[in-house]
């Protein structure tokens, strides 16, 4: 997993737990009696979880447009699920550019433009879709 995605979930987690803790101090110290001091603790616990998962920085770096062009599915077979499984990611920018993976022997395709309608395997010779199967 990307650190940056860590990092991302590690705050949003510190946010939620500061949050509750606020929250659950606050009900607790609401209701006097002897938990007072309980209360107290969980709420002073939670300000210092919210204010610590503000202060994380999130890593906002985005990939490099060369980052982008050669980035490629990991040639690895996918798990038979009842039938040959395959893989397709086209880009969103011009020049369109779609991989497929084939699930069966692992081998990646570069197609220029969209998703075709039909693909067979160049490196097994598995046909793994038909125009008709799609619509």
Request: net charge negative; glycine share 14%.
């Amino acid at each position: 997993m990307n650190k940056g995605v860590q990092m991302q979930y590690l705050r949003q987690n510190l946010l939620i737990a500061g949050l509750l803790c606020i929250v659950i101090g606050g009900a607790i110290g609401a209701g006097g009696s002897a938990l007072l001091p309980f209360g107290i603790t969980i709420g002073i616990l939670g300000i210092g979880l919210f204010l610590w998962g503000f202060s994380t920085k999130i890593n906002e770096a985005e990939w490099t447009q060369e980052e982008i062009d050669a980035w490629r599915p990991k040639a690895d077979p996918l798990p038979e699920a009842g039938r040959v499984m395959y893989r397709v990611d086209t880009t969103l920018y011009e020049p369109k550019m779609t991989t497929v993976l084939c699930g069966a022997c692992g081998h990646v395709a570069e197609v220029e433009g969209g998703r075709p309608n039909s693909f067979e395997c160049g490196g097994c010779g598995v046909e793994l879709w038909e125009a008709s199967e799609e619509e």
